[in-house]
């Protein structure tokens, strides 16, 4: 026996308004549930994330060293955050942001006289956040028997999927 025709429309009604209920929840839960995850900034060092960012440092170290071997100015300052700051060993010279170092670099790297090596002393990575290497490096100009021991240290910082440079500092000396 079907129940009457109130009861139905009634029945109906409340699965109805029991759906938009149960769907306004779910609507209401997706950006807590979308905030709650975390991101690339604040992964943690146990997260997949987390290592995938490593290894990605990895490769952005890499590239520092890289693009200074093939003096690729373009390469290099792609790794360069707008509001890099550079301090040099040799005058203390700062250059503050992006386009005072690459305009430094331009005539840097159009010199071949130079040969740089590179050796990490030091690797730190904080999650997705911050990174550090510290290179035991030479530079050294062979035609006229010029060697300067210097240690770099390099700071990164992750931002929209890239690390980027941060602080370049060169010292004279090693470890």
């Known amino acids: 026996m079907r129940p009457p025709v109130s009861a139905r429309t009634a029945g109906r009604l409340g699965r109805t308004l029991a759906l938009v209920g149960l769907a306004a929840g779910l609507l209401a839960a997706v950006p ?29 170290v890499q590239a520092y060293v890289d693009t200074t071997a093939r003096r690729d100015l373009d390469g290099f300052a792609a790794l360069l955050h707008p509001d890099v700051t550079s301090v040099f060993a040799s005058d ?15 005539g840097f790297f159009a010199d071949d006289s ?33 060697r300067v021991p210097l240690l770099i240290g390099v700071s990164f910082t992750y931002e929209h999927g890239r690390w980027l440079v941060l602080q370049n500092q ?6």
């Open 92 to 106: 203390g010279e700062v250059l503050d942001g992006k386009q005072a170092t690459v305009d430094w670099l331009r």
């Open 32 to 60: 807590a549930a979308v905030s709650a995850a975390p991101d690339d900034a604040t992964a943690g060092d146990g997260d997949a994330s987390a290592h995938g960012c490593e290894r990605a440092f990895d490769r952005a």
């Open 114 to 146: 130079w040969t740089q090596s590179f050796s990490v002393a030091k690797r730190t990575v904080v999650g997705c956040r911050t990174g550090f290497v510290l290179f035991d490096s030479v530079y050294a100009v062979p035609a006229t028997g010029t």
């Open 170 to 175: 060169d010292s004279v000396g090693r470890i």
